[in-house]
T-cell receptor, first 111, second 111 residues
Framework: EAGVTQSPTHLIKTRGQQATLRCSPI?????VYWYQQALGLGLQFLLW?????ERNRGNFPPRFSGRQFPNYSSELNVNALELEDSALYLC???WGTGDFIFGPGTRLTVL | KQEVTQIPAALSVPEGENLVLNCSFT??????LQWFRQDPGKGLTSLLL?????REQTSGRLNASLDKSSGRSTLYIAASQPGDSATYLC??????????FGTGTRLLVSP
């Protein structure tokens, strides 16, 4: 069974640009979560999507947004990129209150 | 606000030792607790999930315990191997499927 997949693996942008990150959950998982792991800051919760709806949001500005598609895959958009947005962005999926299964991450570098 | 702390921050042991990683959390109102490992620059690998009603879970050489009332969990690794070298993270599910992560323990097992 395929795990959680994320694309791209690496993404390099400049300040002010927009970044789009993608995630495909494990088959049968309806929930997708996004986390940010910035250097020295640990893992921070960004967003939770379930059945196409945003269910919970972490303490991030509105320029971090996303959506979940009918096939449960998800997209994270970061607008007006700032240098401090450079981080590893991890996507996870789950079914109900079971294990969170994480993907390999997208490394975003903002120059 | 839930805070999760892991002690020690780093640990270096010779191969074959049994070791204990500690995780403490400030709010005992949790749904579950999950232990992960993270290799450098990679995503998270789920190790064990303990529901709030459970006291421990075992998988191979790993055993995790949970004492919700005291806000503590431990991860016991038996007969450590160099392949166990990684950062170990604990995360508590605080509700609305939000995981709050600890600061991690960086483990190095020497041959």
């Amino acid at each position: 069974e395929a795990g959680v997949t994320q694309s791209p693996t690496h993404l390099i942008k400049t300040r002010g640009q927009q970044a789009t990150l993608r995630c495909s959950p494990i088959s049968g998982h309806t929930s997708v979560y996004w986390y940010q792991q910035a250097l020295g800051l640990g893992l921070q919760f960004l967003l939770w999507y379930d059945e196409g709806e945003e269910r919970n949001r972490g303490n991030f500005p509105p320029r971090f947004s996303g959506r979940q598609f009918p096939n449960y895959s998800s997209e994270l958009n970061v607008n007006a990129l700032e240098l401090e947005d450079s981080a590893l962005y991890l996507c996870a999926s789950s079914w109900g209150t079971g294990d969170f299964i994480f993907g390999p991450g997208t490394r975003l570098t903002v120059l | 606000k839930q805070e999760v702390t892991q002690i020690p921050a780093a640990l270096s042991v010779p191969e074959g030792e049994n070791l204990v990683l500690n995780c403490s959390f400030t709010d005992s109102a949790i749904y579950n607790l999950q232990w992960f490992r993270q290799d450098p620059g990679k995503g998270l690998t789920s190790l064990l999930l303990i529901q709030s009603s459970q006291r421990e879970q075992t998988s191979g050489r790993l055993n995790a315990s949970l004492d919700k009332s005291s806000g503590r969990s431990t991860l016991y690794i038996a007969a450590s191997q160099p392949g166990d070298s990684a950062t170990y993270l604990c995360a508590v599910n605080t509700g609305f499927q939000k995981l709050v992560f600890g600061t991690g323990t960086r483990l190095l097992v020497s041959p």
